[in-house]
């Protein structure tokens, strides 16, 4: 038996790698080596060793691509480094103004800097995930969620084609974090949809939604019969291991380890050849296999990217140059308006159903009543609809030659349309209110929906519809009604049956762990974003504290806080907020161990307390590559001693870590008069402290 298993493992090994080989011949190098039936020979051999010794069965073996069990849901999963965002141009004149800016910074420390390299690529319109690798083999996937945090979908993206299992060669790093871009061929989406038309089952829009839809399946093994593919774009995370120093040879590393990158990538040695690689890409975009929304400049250097640094959750050494946006002309059929979380009413166009920007559109947005009144749109009129991507479809302009003469201008609401109350214009705002607040049904659909949100409390499976159902029925009229909710009682009613009833409950059950900051969002204050709900939770360590706060409260803290995100208006919207007693009501049955049960863990101790932590309202910017850690390692090791680590630097700023590379931030701290550290005294500095 010692020798039977002995064979079978050696020769699933021979298997494994041979296949693996194969598959990056094909799909990353696209130069096979056999044909498929020799291909599919090599893999049902496998796959009937791997039955007969289950226990042989790798985590590297090419026939988990088929996929497994289905899961109860998605785990959240932490990036290594944050996955940004990009900024958008529009115009030729806008890239010329992203170089401009680039080069300015870059002269502060190269003088005789006349052009930037870039690697230009193609922008896919498709959905960017993050792949973990730990001693070449994958760890985990992840969507990229709000940045920060996403979710895991390592068995979905096990069965993508072209993601390796374990990395090809001996050179790569003991940590590698990889982003890509998973898309759905346009020949495979159109099957796809054609498939699903005749069985019934959902359409989808567009190839990015086919693949979006895909990622989220919670059984892998319908998401291996979607033709998903990845193009890998970047590198995140990196530790035991040293990358070249530039771009262009990460991507041809990353290509060396056996991941995908897109043909099309080329580098520019100016902003010139950007444009003109631009033009090309665009002509040839109907030519593609995959759908694409513009190209994205990167600058090539990585010593200089890490002097033109970030801001907010976007790189400033790069930029997603989009495609003109598409037109169409549609008929007016309706103007209504919308009730918003915050009682603002937005007109919204029911148009003619037309096709543009890769989707057929029927709504299309007017924004506010400023600009309402200013196109003078009315039912019946012509109007030209414009969409860009991911941008939301909206009436540019109204066709007037083409207007009925009996057509009458639009009249804007007095009262609310869903709850009758009256309604009043805001001075110094475009918008028109509701002031019912949660009495207003619609308000109440909104803010239950942005309570469940990814970013808030995160309800997975409590979606629109779902909250719009159970609103309408009466099961629920606040936040705090989800945690009453019994299976049985979802579970009755219509669409909705006993297992996914037992989800949703888990889903709610597992909500009620959350953070400071999380809440506080999730309370849908009025301009309270994400990143002012973090400020919030720093600076008040208790929530009573906020809840009994004065303006004089809010100006005391910005001896000891950064409050550049909080202005007059968003505190005064805070106080308003808190003095309302049914809001505040809906807050304490939320935290009520009996009732709502929210709770978190971060346990932050106001600075009037005697405490142990100390750097303890001291604010830090970290600025330039580091060797002996990672910006998110110091981060942490920074904020565990109760620090504050910002991303501009400011008056208020304690202590500046300049690292190599450290470029406009250090410059500023220098004007400043600011508190600097080299990597090694931040080193030492930590030390002092931790002991």
């Not at 959905?127 to 068995?155: Q, W």
């Not at 871009?181 to 498939?195: A, D, G, Q, T």
């Not at 005064?572 to 807050?587: A, G, R, S």
Request: aromatic share 8%; hydrophobic share 40%.
């Amino acid at each position: 038996m010692d020798t039977l298993l002995e064979n079978a493992e050696k020769r699933i090994r021979e298997l494994t790698e041979t296949i693996n080989f194969h598959n990056y011949r094909y799909y990353v190098l696209d130069e096979p080596l056999i044909d498929d039936a020799e291909y599919d020979r090599l893999m049902r051999e496998l796959q009937r060793i791997e039955k007969e010794f289950p226990q042989l069965k790798y985590p590297d073996s090419p026939s988990q691509r088929v996929g497994g069990e289905p899961l109860e849901s998605f785990r959240q999963v932490k990036h290594e480094e944050p996955m940004l965002s990009l900024n958008n141009a529009f115009t030729i004149k806008e890239v010329f103004e992203f170089d401009r800016r680039i080069k300015d910074e870059l002269k502060k420390e190269e003088d005789a800097l006349s052009s930037v390299d870039y690697i230009c690529e193609p922008k896919l319109d498709g959905v960017a995930i993050s792949l973990l690798y730990r001693d070449g083999l994958i760890e985990h996937a992840a969507t990229r969620g709000d940045g920060e945090i996403g979710e895991e979908i390592t068995a979905n993206a096990r069965t993508i084609k072209g993601i390796p299992f374990r990395l090809f060669g001996d050179d790569y790093p003991t940590l590698l974090e990889v982003r890509g871009e998973v898309y759905m061929p346009k020949h495979s989406f159109k099957i796809l949809n054609k498939r699903a038309k005749a069985k019934g089952e959902k359409i989808f829009v567009n190839p990015r939604n086919a693949a979006a839809g895909s990622l989220r399946l919670l059984d892998s093994k319908i998401t291996a019969k979607r033709d998903l593919f990845i193009y890998c774009y970047s590198i995140g995370s990196v530790e035991g291991g040293v990358l070249p120093s530039t771009h262009g040879e990460h991507l041809k590393k990353l290509k060396q380890w056996g991941f995908r990158i897109c043909p099309e990538v080329q580098k520019a040695q100016d902003v010139d050849a950007c444009i003109e690689y631009y033009n090309g890409i665009k002509d040839k975009r109907d030519e593609l296999s995959y759908a694409i929304d513009g190209v994205v400049y990167k600058v090539d250097e990585i010593k200089h990217r890490k002097i033109i640094g970030f801001i907010a959750k976007a790189p400033l050494w790069a930029i997603a140059h989009k495609f003109p946006a598409e037109e169409e002309i549609s008929i007016i059929e309706a103007i209504e308006f919308q009730v918003g979380r915050t009682g603002s009413l937005t007109p919204v166009a029911r148009l003619s159903p037309v096709f543009v920007g890769g989707a057929t559109i029927s709504n299309a947005s007017l924004h506010n009543m400023d600009i309402l009144q200013r196109l003078d749109v009315r039912d019946g009129d012509s109007v030209v609809v414009r969409r860009a991507g991911d941008v939301i479809p909206q009436v540019v302009s109204v066709i007037v030659e083409l207007r009925d003469q009996n057509a009458v201008p639009t009249e804007l609401p007095i009262v609310c349309p869903e709850c009758n109350s009256p309604v009043k214009r805001v001075k110094g705002e475009s918008v028109i209110r509701c002031g019912a607040g949660l009495s207003c049904k619609a308000q109440r659909k909104e803010a239950i929906k942005h309570f469940a949100s990814l970013h808030a409390l995160n309800i997975d499976g409590l979606g629109d519809k779902v909250v719009e159902q159970f609103v309408n029925v009466g099961l629920i009229e606040s936040p705090v009604d989800l945690f009453g909710l019994k299976e049985e009682q979802i579970a009755k009613l219509e669409g909705q049956g006993a297992k996914s009833a037992r989800n949703l409950i888990l889903a709610i059950n597992k909500s009620r762990h959350t953070t400071y900051s999380r809440f506080l969002y999730a309370l849908g204050i009025k301009g309270i974003g994400v990143e002012t709900a973090k400020s919030l939770s720093d600076a008040f360590a208790r929530l009573k504290e906020l809840m009994t706060a004065t303006e004089t409260d809010f100006e005391a803290k910005r001896n000891n806080y950064e409050f550049s995100n909080i202005g007059p208006v968003i505190i005064n919207n805070i106080i308003e907020f808190f003095q309302n007693d049914l809001n505040t009501k809906v807050v304490e049955a939320l935290i009520d161990p009996d009732i709502g049960g929210i709770h978190w863990d971060e346990k932050r101790i106001d600075l009037d307390q005697k405490t142990t932590l100390p750097l303890l309202g001291m604010v830090f910017v970290l600025t330039g590559s580091m060797e002996n850690m990672t910006r998110s390692q110091a981060k942490a090791h920074l904020e565990a001693l109760g620090g504050k680590v910002s991303n501009s630097v400011s008056k208020n700023t304690n202590y500046v870590i300049a690292a190599s590379g450290a470029g406009s931030k250090l410059e500023k701290a220098k004007e400043l008069k600011l508190n600097i550290l080299n990597e090694q005294e931040f080193l030492k500095f930590l030390r002092n402290h931790e002991d």
